[in-house]
């Protein structure tokens, strides 16, 4: 975070902190009873303190994102100015600067002890994303690790609409129409349907209340708790996993091998499952391509083997199941296939394999070549995800309005029986 964030947040905070004291002392001075208002303050406290945990819970991966772009930033510098990047790091480091967070300042710790800088990384893996991580080794690999910093730059990018929708959308499901369901099914379950209830039956011969009424109620009571497993499970488990960012597959792999090999590879496995869901999610996908695209194009025009290009460039993606295509292709072009030819078990639809063919053949930079395909990628990636966004949340409140409705039609029918009974005495 700036400096002008820093000032803004604190200012923000002790604003708050005034505000709540200075209504604290105007209550004092008109409520005679202190116990009333000390409950009333320690309410305010505790409403702070919500808001406040909840804001810092929510900002997680923007102060991840944030840390991200200023060390590229700060690697950037170091190289256009001839500095060393491990000097520079360990320089800033003992000025004490706290903008980077604690990890930073354990990545100096090694890099004092004489580790180079990716080595270094390794022993931080939080310092930065999976994906930027990677990409960083393949700069590394083409001798000029400012090659890959837009694309590292790039992927921070599509962090941030990602980031902000995802935060939109999350606290408008999650924290808002979820909770609402669980209220709501209480409240006419627990508190309407049973007070609706006695006075029909008061008002009512046995045998004159709805059965239609009982049938929706029976609906609703299967509807309601299907609808928040089917859709509020997943949702919950998208916010913790949200929060959390990449501090999971960290831990599976910190705790994978203390469970025994056996247990290992079914983590293992499990992890791969998980990376192959991922590119199930055609936005997902596309933006995997487009990363895997680049690094490769980036290794090509560096001179690399091609064998060792493409496996590379499945490394920098930081996905196992695209990784396990990466290394099918590699075999093959050990067997002397081409690699315009090799490339149909990376795409399904065979548009990588035929657009590096025609880079190869026009000029031999492939970067250049592919640069307006891969922004098609990106446009299209974006699309579909804010589509799929969209239809989520809208199902989620038609569903919710056609439960309530349900449950109001119960509730009438029983009026109309009521009228009907009242008009034939």
Excluded at 132 to 146: H, K, N, Y
Excluded at 191 to 209: C, H, S, T, W, Y
Excluded at 328 to 336: M, Y
């Amino acid at each position: 975070m700036d400096e002008p964030s820093k000032i803004y947040v604190n200012g923000w905070r002790w604003a708050v902190g005034l505000m709540l004291a200075f209504l604290g002392v105007v209550l004092a001075t008109i409520i005679e009873k202190p116990v009333v208002l000390l409950v009333f303050l320690i309410a305010l406290v505790l409403v702070y303190c919500s808001f406040h945990g909840l804001h810092f819970i929510l900002s997680l991966p923007f102060r991840r994102r944030e840390r991200a772009r200023m060390f590229l930033e700060l690697v950037e510098a170091s190289v256009e100015h001839g500095h060393s990047v491990e000097q520079s790091i360990i320089r800033l480091s003992r000025s004490s600067e706290d903008s980077f967070g604690v990890r930073f300042h354990l990545l100096a710790g090694h890099l004092e002890q004489g580790l180079p800088l990716l080595a270094a990384l390794e022993k931080v893996p939080r310092m930065l994303p999976p994906t930027v991580l990677a990409m960083l080794r393949v700069g590394a690999e083409t001798g000029d690790i400012r090659r890959v910093l837009p694309s590292c730059r790039a992927h921070l990018r599509d962090a941030v609409p990602r980031v902000q929708k995802a935060q939109h959308y999350l606290v408008a499901l999650v924290m808002v129409i979820l909770p609402m369901q669980l209220l709501l099914y209480w409240m006419v379950r627990v508190v309407v349907f049973p007070k609706f209830q006695e006075i029909f039956n008061d008002m009512l011969a046995p045998g004159e209340f709805p059965t239609s009424s009982w049938a929706i109620v029976s609906v609703l009571d299967t509807a309601w708790p299907a609808f928040m497993a089917l859709v509020g499970l997943p949702m919950l488990v998208g916010l913790v996993l949200y929060v959390l960012g990449p501090r999971p597959a960290y831990w599976l792999e910190w705790l994978a091998p203390r469970f025994g090999p056996p247990i290992a590879r079914r983590l293992d496995w499990l992890a791969t499952l998980a990376d192959r869901g991922m590119l199930v999610l055609p936005w997902q996908r596309r933006r995997v391509e487009r990363d895997f695209s680049v690094m490769l194009a980036l290794l090509l025009d560096a001179g690399l083997p091609e064998e060792k290009a493409v496996l590379l460039a499945g490394e920098s993606v930081a996905n196992r199941a695209f990784l396990a295509r990466a290394r099918r292709v590699a075999d093959e072009l050990r067997r002397g296939m081409k690699l315009a030819d090799a490339l149909q078990f990376m795409d399904d639809a065979g548009e990588l394999r035929w657009r590096m063919a025609n880079a190869a053949r026009a000029s031999g930079h492939f970067r250049e070549s592919l640069a307006g395909w891969l922004d098609t990628l990106d446009a299209k990636a974006f699309g579909q995800e804010q589509a799929v966004a969209h239809v989520i949340t809208s199902a989620c409140v038609l569903v919710n309005g056609c439960l309530l409705g349900l449950f109001t039609v119960s509730i009438f029918q029983c009026f109309v029986q009521l009228i009907d009974v009242a008009s034939a005495w």
